[in-house]
């Protein structure tokens, strides 16, 4: 397959711009008489006309339309390796069932005793979820993964102020996520920042003595961002317990071990999960999402509420708790969402669930043997569902992370994640995730070495690129300090 096109380059005006004469989609009957709005309308809502208001016809729109949707680099489209994102193929099923009459026009507001039927669905996704997660209690209200971590940090700290101490601190590794200093933050801790060791798990020293009275929890990401799992972290639960201080894990990754392994039994004492990652929903530029957070049974009676309760064959919803940390997101959360995750868990099954794991470590490893001789490792140990390479091995030809990513949309794929995670120098981060096939893959291998041969043959070509893009090179800084979000056709040639 070839996979770019340079026959069909187009660069399509905005709708506004188009100036194509009096034209329309359909005629209306002329109106006899005055206009029915200018009985209730004040005067000067009125108008005859909308200055330079786009008139085209059906074929102009469609053709507008599609091209446009061309410009879109997509799932549907191909290979979407961004590491810590976990952009996997979404089944279309799970969208029809989503988008089901039934589901689409319930309203919130609806009489639990006349919505059983949505209530038994988020209650078997409740019980599904604490099956393959091992712990006691779940909510289904955050609407996403940060969000999932500000409800856990409430959660942590609502139990810590009844045993009478809410504590100060928050133990974060090196290698984690962005959102979860964020979290603790916004919750009134002090984010500690605890080294990695060379094999990219925590420095137990480091951790032990950072270990005071004063720490809340350890926020772990496990598989971390390296893809690395803690192999340690059942002395580390153990550590935290014996000081009075709680283990949260950050479930982002859990697609790297559903099925064969649970957080429950690693005395993990609350968890979130990013269902639009690990249980498929299109998801990025902003949502929508959902990030449960399961706990263990000591933090049950703090959950959001109001609960799902099954009572007497009916689903109930308790509105009552004097503990509970209330209510974090209006009615029950993206139930859209929820749906396709319990659609895409019930096809699957438990086989099917472990296999999206196994499926998930294996293309990783696969593109990690076969990208290893060409782009170094700093981490150089068996990942899970993600592989962290970096740009050391390009340096001397003056190469770097960012050239090769853009040179990979030449050869029409969607570049990793780049420079993340921040303790590796030049991180290119690679998460092929278990929908790929070897085919697509071997594809996405074969452009990066390509790309690896340019840069020691021809390295002007990786700083000029993208070449074949409708968007050349980007000055980075001048785009994020003055973005231009309009496309104006005088800016035509520009880079
Ligand atoms: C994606 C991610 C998050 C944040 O999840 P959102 O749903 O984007 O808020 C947190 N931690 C890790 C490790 C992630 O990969």
Same mark, same amino acid.
């Given at each position: 397959?070839?996979?770019?096109?340079?026959?069909?380059? &187009?660069?399509?005006?905005?709708?506004?711009?188009?100036?194509?004469?009096?034209?329309?989609?359909?005629?209306?009957?002329?109106?006899? #008489?005055?206009?029915?709005?200018?009985?209730?309308?004040?005067?000067?809502?009125?108008?005859?006309?909308?200055?330079?208001?786009?008139?085209?016809?059906?074929?102009?729109?469609?053709?507008?339309?599609?091209?446009?949707?061309?410009?879109?680099?997509?799932?549907?489209?191909?290979?979407?390796?961004?590491?810590?994102?976990?952009?996997?193929?979404?089944?279309?099923?799970?969208?029809?069932?989503?988008?089901?009459?039934?589901?689409?026009?319930?309203?919130?507001?609806?009489?639990?005793?006349?919505?059983?039927?949505?209530?038994?669905?988020?209650?078997?996704?409740?019980?599904?979820?604490?099956?393959?997660?091992?712990?006691?209690?779940?909510?289904?209200?955050?609407?996403?993964?940060?969000?999932?971590?500000?409800?856990?940090?409430?959660?942590?700290?609502?139990?810590?102020?009844?045993?009478?101490?809410?504590?100060?601190?928050?133990?974060?590794?090196?290698?984690?996520?962005?959102?979860?200093?964020?979290?603790?933050?916004?919750?009134?801790?002090?984010?500690?920042?605890?080294?990695?060791?060379?094999?990219?798990?925590?420095?137990?020293?480091?951790?032990?003595?950072?270990?005071?009275?004063?720490?809340?929890? $350890?926020?772990?990401?496990?598989?971390?961002?390296?893809?690395?799992?803690?192999?340690?972290?059942?002395? &580390?639960?153990?550590?935290?317990?014996?000081?009075?201080?709680?283990?949260?894990?950050?479930?982002?990754?859990?697609?790297?071990?559903?099925?064969?392994?649970?957080?429950?039994?690693?005395?993990?004492?609350?968890?979130?999960?990013?269902?639009?990652?690990?249980?498929?929903?299109?998801? #990025?530029?902003?949502?929508?999402?959902?990030?449960?957070?399961?706990?263990?049974?000591?933090?049950?009676?703090?959950?959001?509420?109001?609960?799902?309760?099954?009572?007497? #064959?009916?689903?109930?919803?308790?509105?009552?708790?004097?503990?509970?940390?209330?209510?974090?997101?209006?009615?029950?959360?993206?139930?859209?969402?929820?749906?396709?995750?319990?659609?895409?868990?019930?096809?699957?099954?438990?086989?099917?669930?472990?296999?999206?794991?196994?499926?998930?470590?294996?293309?990783?490893?696969?593109?990690?043997?076969? $990208?290893?001789?060409?782009?170094?490792?700093?981490?150089?140990?068996?990942?899970?569902?993600?592989?962290?390479?970096?740009?050391?091995?390009?340096?001397?030809?003056?190469?770097?992370?960012?050239?090769?990513?853009?040179?990979?949309?030449?050869?029409?794929?969607?570049?990793?994640?780049?420079?993340?995670?921040?303790?590796?120098?030049?991180?290119?981060?690679?998460?092929?995730?278990?929908?790929?096939?070897?085919?697509?893959?071997?594809?996405?291998?074969?452009?990066?070495?390509?790309?690896?041969?340019?840069?020691?043959?021809?390295?002007?070509?990786?700083?000029?690129?993208?070449?074949?893009?409708?968007?050349?090179?980007?000055?980075?800084?001048?785009?994020?300090?003055?973005?231009?979000?309009?496309?104006?056709?005088?800016?035509?040639?520009?880079?």
């Amino acid at each position: 397959m070839d996979r770019v096109s340079k026959n069909i380059v &187009i660069n399509e005006d905005l709708v506004f711009e188009k100036k194509s004469g009096n034209r329309s989609s359909f005629k209306l009957p002329e109106i006899s #008489g005055e206009l029915p709005a200018k009985n209730f309308l004040p005067e000067n809502y009125l108008r005859d006309e909308i200055e330079d208001f786009p008139q085209l016809n059906e074929v102009e729109i469609a053709r507008h339309f599609s091209r446009l949707s061309n410009y879109n680099y997509h799932l549907d489209l191909g290979l979407y390796p961004l590491g810590s994102c976990t952009m996997k193929y979404n089944p279309k099923l799970n969208e029809r069932i989503a988008s089901m009459r039934e589901f689409t026009e319930i309203h919130p507001f609806t009489p639990y005793e006349h919505a059983q039927g949505i209530l038994k669905i988020l209650k078997d996704l409740e019980d599904l979820l604490l099956e393959i997660t091992g712990m006691d209690g779940i909510t289904l209200q955050p609407t996403a993964g940060a969000h999932g971590e500000l409800t856990g940090m409430l959660l942590i700290r609502a139990l810590l102020e009844y045993r009478g101490n809410p504590r100060k601190v928050v133990l974060i590794p090196d290698s984690a996520h962005g959102t979860n200093p964020a979290s603790a933050t916004l919750c009134g801790y002090k984010a500690i920042t605890i080294k990695s060791d060379e094999k990219g798990c925590i420095n137990l020293d480091d951790f032990k003595e950072k270990l005071t009275e004063d720490v809340a929890c $350890l926020m772990l990401t496990n598989p971390n961002t390296l893809g690395i799992f803690e192999e340690n972290i059942l002395e &580390i639960s153990k550590l935290l317990h014996e000081n009075g201080s709680l283990l949260y894990m950050d479930g982002a990754n859990f697609n790297a071990f559903m099925g064969k392994a649970r957080p429950g039994d690693m005395g993990v004492d609350v968890m979130h999960l990013n269902v639009h990652k690990t249980f498929s929903t299109p998801h #990025g530029g902003g949502g929508p999402g959902a990030g449960p957070v399961a706990v263990k049974k000591e933090l049950v009676p703090f959950l959001p509420l109001p609960r799902i309760e099954e009572r007497d #064959g009916k689903y109930h919803l308790n509105f009552n708790g004097e503990k509970s940390i209330g209510k974090v997101a209006t009615f029950y959360g993206n139930v859209n969402v929820l749906i396709k995750t319990l659609a895409y868990i019930l096809k699957l099954g438990s086989d099917g669930i472990r296999e999206v794991s196994e499926m998930a470590v294996l293309n990783a490893n696969y593109i990690r043997t076969k $990208l290893k001789e060409i782009l170094h490792l700093e981490y150089d140990t068996p990942t899970l569902h993600e592989v962290v390479f970096d740009d050391k091995f390009q340096e001397e030809y003056g190469i770097s992370t960012m050239d090769m990513a853009k040179r990979l949309l030449d050869k029409g794929f969607h570049p990793p994640t780049v420079y993340f995670p921040l303790i590796v120098h030049g991180a290119l981060m690679i998460e092929p995730t278990e929908t790929e096939s070897k085919e697509e893959l071997d594809e996405f291998i074969k452009a990066f070495k390509e790309i690896v041969k340019e840069a020691r043959e021809n390295p002007e070509k990786l700083h000029r690129a993208p070449e074949n893009l409708r968007r050349k090179r980007f000055d980075e800084v001048l785009a994020a300090r003055k973005p231009v979000l309009k496309w104006k056709k005088s800016d035509e040639g520009d880079k």
